[in-house]
Antibody, heavy 122, light 107 residues
Framework: QVQLVQSGAEVKKPGASVKVSCKASGYTFTSYAMHWVRQAPGQRLEWMGRINAGNGNTKYSQIFQGRVVITRDTAASTVYMELSSLTSEDTAVYYC???????????????WGQGTLVTVSS | DIQMTQSPSSLSASVGDRVTITCRASQDISIYLAWYQQKPGRVPDLLIYGASTLQSGVPSRFSGSGSGTDFTLTISSLQPEDVATYYCQRYNSAPQTFGQGTKVEIK
């Protein structure tokens, strides 16, 4: 079955960067886009960006002002999300979520990874 | 960017009640609207896509409707296992904005 397994929790200091991985299995990795969504404690879901796992094309939310980079390693069937210049407001659970169908980059997502808690604290 | 506004932000209803959640887009998004359910401490999961198509395995008491700018999610008979926060999300283009969520509790 389709599975997305994310890397473990991280604790970072303000100003640092964090790189979260999302390893996919159970499907043809390059056929589906992967999205990243975050959720700060008690807050709404926030779309961060996505990558076409086939051609590597990316699109990001302007909210992150160039701080987020999404990459993929097709040999490892893994997508990475790196967020830089961290502040306490970046403390959140970060999710990867696979697009539900092939042939598109935008769309609804299912399944989601289990989430990765990133805590930013001095 | 297109904004998504949900209402109410929270509600409390009795088991068996009909529950309706509204999602409004700031611009026409056709039917490119999904609903997700997030149970406490859990990962969000897809309920409805295309504004009204039920994801496989989702109970038939859930339904979605609407197009353009106004959408609704209805639970025809609220069950205890429906306690969750519900989010709408537009996906016609990036950024795929979410609504602020509606927390559903049992009275």
């Amino acid at each position: 079955q389709v599975q997305l397994v994310q890397s473990g929790a991280e604790v970072k200091k303000p100003g640092a960067s964090v790189k979260v991985s999302c390893k996919a299995s159970g499907y043809t990795f390059t056929s589906y886009a992967m999205h990243w969504v975050r959720q700060a404690p008690g807050q709404r879901l926030e779309w961060m960006g996505r990558i076409n796992a086939g051609n590597g094309n990316t699109k990001y939310s302007q909210i992150f002002q160039g701080r987020v980079v999404i990459t993929r390693d097709t040999a490892a069937s893994t997508v990475y999300m790196e967020l830089s210049s961290l502040t306490s407001e970046d403390t959140a659970v970060y999710y990867c979520a696979r697009l539900g169908y092939t042939g598109y980059d935008e769309g609804w997502c299912r399944p989601w990874g289990q989430g990765t808690l990133v805590t930013v604290s001095s | 960017d297109i904004q998504m506004t949900q209402s109410p932000s929270s509600l409390s209803a009795s088991v068996g009640d009909r529950v309706t959640i509204t999602c409004r887009a700031s611009q026409d998004i056709s039917i490119y609207l999904a609903w997700y359910q997030q149970k406490p401490g859990r990962v969000p999961d897809l309920l409805i896509y295309g504004a009204s198509t039920l994801q496989s395995g989702v109970p038939s008491r859930f339904s979605g409707s609407g197009s353009g700018t106004d959408f609704t999610l209805t639970i025809s008979s609220l069950q205890p296992e429906d306690v969750a926060t519900y989010y709408c999300q537009r996906y016609n283009s990036a950024p795929q904005t979410f609504g602020q969520g509606t927390k559903v509790e049992i009275k």
